[in-house]
């Protein structure tokens, strides 16, 4: 138990680093998109559009062949569309 406590506490840590320092300071186009998912939930828009638009150039960009950048790179522009669609 102690360590589910200590590893909700270290993603909450990285949560709050990656909020501080916006879509640049992801390194994974996972990590934007997962930061544009956050944004998305607290209303900020205009810094989700962004992440999501960083996620899905750097997964294109990254991993043209992976199978997972390219997932990451089609969930993050479908979330930008519905996005600026409401």
Known sequence: MPFLLLAIAMLTAKA???LEKNAAGARTPREAFGLGRLYERGGMT???RA?????AG???TVGAYDNVD?????EALRAYGLLCRR
Not at 51 to 55: G, I, K, M, N
Not at 70 to 74: F, I, R
């Open 46 to 48: 205009g810094e989700a």
């Open 16 to 18: 709050a680093q990656l």
């Open 58 to 60: 750097a997964a294109l």
């Open 70 to 74: 390219s997932l990451t790179a089609a």
């Open 51 to 55: 992440c999501f638009s960083r996620a």
